[in-house]
């Protein structure tokens, strides 16, 4: 009896991760997406403000096709990255892996300061902000999802932001290249 009682409980707790695995891989599942589509809507804002800014609209249409492609091309090799990255063996060194939210600023971090130094000198600070307050959260006991939610979402703030400021300069240099 009791041996079937253990049994049940193991089984009951296996269940329950199972559901909370499938839990976390929808609710990552749902970020991406709305961060996709926050995405897709910033090309289709900038192309609308590079036409009413004066660009002819086959140009403003031509660039904003070329950013959805450039997206479409870059989350898939994210995602190649991705699955590279977790069929690797687990390193045995001193650092745990980064992953999530942290990862997706560290990603961040990386190509600012390296594809636009200007703007991740503008930016670094707000980038550093949000990591502090994602901190500051899950020590106060936040819960988790809600903590990585709102840091997704202040992240892709960030990435919108910057895109649609290169995005001025480079209408601004267009017109004057006129």
Known sequence: MMHRNRHRRRTVSQIIRLIRRGGRAIAKALIYLAVEFTVYIAIGGGAIALFWLGLPSYVALGLSIGLVILSFTVSFLAYR?????????????????????????????????????????????????????????????????????????????????????????LAIAARRMR
Not at 119 to 127: A, I, K, P, V
């Open 81 to 169: 990255q991705h699955r590279r990255i977790t069929r690797r063996s687990v390193k045995t060194d001193a650092s745990p892996m980064i992953k999530g939210d942290v990862q997706l600023a560290d990603w961040i971090a990386q190509t600012l300061a390296t594809k636009a130094p200007q703007e991740w000198e503008e930016y670094q600070d707000w980038l550093h902000d949000i990591l502090l307050d994602r901190r500051q959260r899950l020590d106060q006991g936040d819960p988790y999802w809600r903590v990585t939610a709102l840091t997704y979402w202040r992240l892709t703030g960030l990435c919108i932001t910057v895109s649609l400021i290169k995005l001025r300069r």
